[in-house]
């Protein structure tokens, strides 16, 4: 499984961001999205994550009711909208996938990763 994440940048405080992620190659029939960030001189933590059917959807308490994660099944693509940023949602995000039907925030369980895209928040 290959992913590819995309949509970071420069935003400023305030202001929304989408990222997306899209998965190739070798996809599991079921699987979940996770999304991780990791800030600068801490450690990677989880985001959001979704599972295949969309029916499952899980979100860190620190994006909870202004963030969207949501997938596009005949996309394999993976979006995860954050609204409100703020300076310490500056992170470097990334996507991976789980092989199971249950969304969990322990990166553990995420068996492929793919290169993160860099969200920057200004004040």
């Known amino acids: 499984v290959q992913l590819q994440a995309s949509g970071g940048g420069l935003v400023k405080a305030g202001g929304s961001l989408r990222l997306s992620c899209a998965a190739s190659?070798?996809?599991?029939?079921?699987?979940?999205t996770g999304w991780f960030r990791q800030a600068p001189g801490k450690e990677r933590e989880f985001v959001a994550g979704?599972?295949?059917?969309?029916?499952?959807?899980l979100y860190a308490d620190s994006v909870k009711g202004r963030s969207t994660i949501s997938r596009d099944i005949v996309k394999n693509t993976v979006y995860l909208e954050i609204d409100s940023l703020k300076p310490e949602d500056t992170a470097v995000y990334y996507c991976?996938?789980?092989?199971?039907?249950?969304?969990?925030?322990?990166?553990?369980?995420?068996?492929?990763w793919g290169p993160g895209t860099l969200v920057t928040v200004s004040s």
């Open positions: 190659g070798r996809t599991p029939s079921k699987y979940v």
């Open positions: 991976a996938v789980d092989r199971t039907s249950i969304v969990r925030g322990n990166s553990m369980w995420y068996d492929y």
């Open positions: 979704v599972n295949w059917s969309g029916g499952g959807i």
